[in-house]
């Protein structure tokens, strides 16, 4: 993957691949890629997080779906474990790799994305018709909305860092500033700056 201007200028635009020669297996090409899977993080060339957020918001929505499948059994799942299942199951597919793209700086409509898909667990949770409104399914269930459970899930990975030992590579990353050896026309929206 490689980084440039979103507008750039320079004869060629964006690079497209790579050619190199390698002297046991000769004539290799490597071509590139617009989105890459890095630790289930997906990055996009332009450090846009739409991408990410659209497939985890996917992947959460067919995991509601198939817990609905417990939901339509004989018996059916009452709310307790409706909520238990919901918040072990859910929430972590849904906020996956929060530290990374949440910087709840012009990310609204990424959070709108996320919301929409809680919505729908909510409704599967009180078996509500769709059309009720959700504010108060919410203080309901006890479920915090998506723009509320966003930011202190950045809190809470504030504390968890800042309570790691000093030798940690995780914090030695944050404290060198590994952002300097980046060209000056990059300018990522993450939180390790």
């Not at 238990?84 to 409509?109: C, E, R, S």
Request: proline share 7%; aromatic share 10%; charged share 20%.
């Amino acid at each position: 993957m490689t980084f440039s201007r979103k507008k750039s200028t320079r004869a060629g635009g964006r690079m497209v691949g790579l050619r190199y020669t390698d002297p046991f297996l000769g004539p290799q090409h490597i071509t590139a890629t617009a989105t890459l899977r890095f630790l289930g993080v997906f990055i996009n060339r332009d450090l846009d997080w739409t991408p990410h957020v659209k497939i985890m918001a996917n992947r959460a929505h067919s995991t509601i779906r198939g817990i609905s499948i417990l939901g339509n059994s004989v018996r059916g799942l009452d709310f307790p474990n409706w909520r238990k299942v919901y918040n072990a199951l859910v929430i972590p597919v849904l906020t996956y790799g929060t530290p990374v793209w949440y910087t709840g700086v012009g990310q609204k409509g990424l959070v709108h994305r996320l919301q929409v898909v809680q919505n729908d667990g909510i409704h599967k949770i009180t078996r509500v018709f769709r059309t009720t409104l959700v504010e108060p399914l919410h203080n309901m269930t006890g479920v915090p909305p998506i723009s509320y459970m966003l930011p202190k899930l950045m809190h809470s990975y504030a504390l968890r860092l800042q309570g790691l030992p000093l030798g940690t590579k995780v914090k030695t990353v944050l404290e060198a500033d590994q952002c300097r050896y980046w060209p000056e026309y990059i300018n990522p929206p993450t939180n390790l700056r």
